[in-house]
């Protein structure tokens, strides 16, 4: 007989985790599903000789959200926050320069142009309306300032966040607080400033935060709340409607068949499983949501000894603007931001080679990665010897990218999915893919079928 559940999530990334965890902590009767035999999705934390590696993301921003979800779970005191003022800096004329922290601090810069500095100050006194027409990241930064701005600050910025195309990703989906505030004020520096105050309560202070133990932390102590509502090495393979509107999900678990009911049915998997999913209800999920694009990232962990490095490493990391020649994306420089990732002594560095202008990249062998990494950041940081630790991980389809027309494609599937009263979908290419995000998304989305099952 098929067993009946109020909900079924799938998949354990943080986004399936959060949301099972918030409809249980709401008295929902939730499970969760995931394919493999690990929980976390691309949130990978691990030791190996000393180093305490993150294969994945490498820290998250500490939003409100997450501090509390940390509190509820009693893991506030394992949370290790960077260095507030870390720091960051871009590889300009081959050298790194620190980014200016805060406008006044770009203002007095030599980083950017005369150019750029008048087009800020069009922009404060002047007004511009976007255009109607869906606007990629690129061209609203050289309408509005400058091509110069877009080249040494806002690509590399956008390869931090996306490891995206400028020139393809979507302005208004990848980030929307620029478009409304251009859209409403006119300008960008005034309506973000209107934002700012228009938003209740004290400000939130922005943090850069991991645990003690990596990342992977907040995972286990999801999957340890979950208990038994929880099974791994459990993929849905199936999904067909019943006659009443519940969901009927096919498993495989360990080669075995298995079915369960579901009233509400929580897709939080990456969209090519999405989509082949749903496509078992309509073929034209199928056919947008595996119209997204992925980028490649291959995350290079290089430790070495630090009397080898001759740069300080004082601070977060590097960027590196695509004009500079140079493949590596960035390095983050893990040692110098948290305690516990490098045996005493040495330092551990993760770069990032790939994303959606080095599609090639992705088809390097590891010790290639591991030789190109150390063969550019050396001369940028003074680096005499050898890496005596590496460490390659690459992620075939690392980020979804917000490129031109994602909204409208995701307006579509939302479209469909009022066909399906119960179905409900989460993940990393809805609302911005940062850890973040798919925490407020999932929680958002459980608060949601809370709402809908008390109806
Ligand atoms: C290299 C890299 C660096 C990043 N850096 C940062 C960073 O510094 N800061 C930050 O905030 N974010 C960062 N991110 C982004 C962030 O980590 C991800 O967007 C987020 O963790 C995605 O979570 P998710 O749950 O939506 O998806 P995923 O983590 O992809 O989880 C989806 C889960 O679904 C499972 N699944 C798939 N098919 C099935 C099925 N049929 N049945 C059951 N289960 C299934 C998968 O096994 C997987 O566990 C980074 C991402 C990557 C890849």
Same mark, same amino acid.
């Given at each position: 007989m098929t067993r009946q559940v109020q909900a079924? +999530?799938?998949?354990?990334?943080?986004?399936?985790?959060?949301?099972?965890?918030?409809?249980?902590?709401?008295?929902?009767?939730?499970?969760?599903?995931? *394919?493999?035999?690990?929980?976390?999705?691309v949130i990978n934390s691990v030791t190996r000789d000393g180093f305490l590696l993150e294969l994945g993301p490498q820290s998250f921003s500490g939003t409100a959200a997450l501090r509390q979800l940390c509190a509820d779970l009693g893991i506030s005191g394992q949370l290790l926050e960077a260095p507030p003022r870390a720091p960051r800096y871009v590889l300009i004329d081959g050298a790194l320069q620190a980014?200016?922290?805060?406008?006044?601090?770009?203002?007095?810069?030599?980083?950017?142009? /005369?150019?750029?500095?008048?087009?800020?100050?069009?922009?404060?006194? /002047?007004?511009?309306?976007?255009?109607?027409?869906?606007e990629s990241v690129a061209t609203f930064i050289r309408r509005k300032f400058s091509a110069q701005l877009l080249d040494r600050l806002v690509g590399p910025f956008v390869s931090g966040v996306y490891a995206g195309d400028p020139e393809k990703l979507s302005l208004r989906s990848a980030f929307p607080q620029l478009y409304e505030a251009e859209k409403s004020s006119g300008s960008i520096v005034r309506g973000m400033f209107r934002n700012a105050k228009a938003k209740k309560g004290p400000r939130e202070r922005v943090t850069l935060n991991t645990f003690r133990d990596g990342n992977e932390s907040l995972v286990r102590a999801i999957g340890n709340h979950l208990g038994t509502a929880l099974r791994t090495q459990t993929g849905v393979t199936g999904i067909s409607m019943r006659d009443g509107g519940d969901f009927e999900i096919q498993l495989e678990s360990k080669n075995k068949q298995d079915s369960v009911s579901a009233q509400a049915l929580i897709l939080c998997t990456p969209t090519n499983m999405t989509g082949t999913l749903l496509g078992q209800l309509d073929s034209q999920f199928a056919a947008l949501l595996n119209s997204v694009e992925y980028a490649a990232v291959a995350v290079v962990s290089?430790?070495?000894?630090?009397?080898? +490095?001759?740069?300080?490493?004082?601070?977060?990391?590097?960027?590196?603007?695509?004009?500079?020649?140079?493949?590596?994306?960035?390095?983050?420089?893990?040692?110098?931001?948290?305690?516990?990732?490098?045996?005493?002594?040495?330092a551990l560095l993760t770069s990032f080679v790939g994303g959606a202008t080095d599609p090639a990249a992705s088809k390097l062998a590891p010790e290639e990665h591991s030789a190109l990494v150390h063969r550019e950041i050396s001369p940028l940081l003074s680096i005499c010897h050898e890496p005596v630790f590496s460490n390659v991980t690459i992620w075939p389809r690392a980020l979804p990218q917000y490129n031109l027309g994602h909204m409208d494609r995701l307006s579509r599937i939302a479209g469909l999915q009022t066909q399906f009263p119960g179905l409900y979908l989460a993940g990393n290419y809805l609302r911005g893919p *940062?850890?973040?995000?798919?925490?407020?998304?999932?929680?958002?989305?459980?608060?949601?079928?809370?709402?809908?099952?008390?109806?």
């Open positions: 079924l +999530v799938v998949g354990g990334g943080i986004s399936g985790l959060v949301c099972a965890y918030a409809l249980r902590k709401a008295r929902i009767e939730a499970e969760l599903v995931e *394919a493999s035999s690990r929980l976390g999705g980014v200016p922290m805060g406008p006044a601090a770009l203002f007095s810069n030599s980083l950017i142009d /005369g150019g750029t500095k008048w087009g800020i100050v069009r922009d404060i006194f /002047g007004k511009s309306v976007p255009p109607d027409a869906d290089l430790g070495y000894r630090k009397s080898d +490095v001759g740069h300080s490493l004082d601070g977060f990391g590097f960027l590196v603007p695509r004009s500079a020649g140079v493949r590596v994306l960035g390095t983050v420089w893990n040692s110098s931001l948290f305690p516990g990732r490098a045996p005493e002594g040495q *940062a850890i973040g995000s798919c925490v407020e998304q999932a929680l958002a989305v459980a608060e949601n079928i809370r709402a809908n099952l008390a109806r």
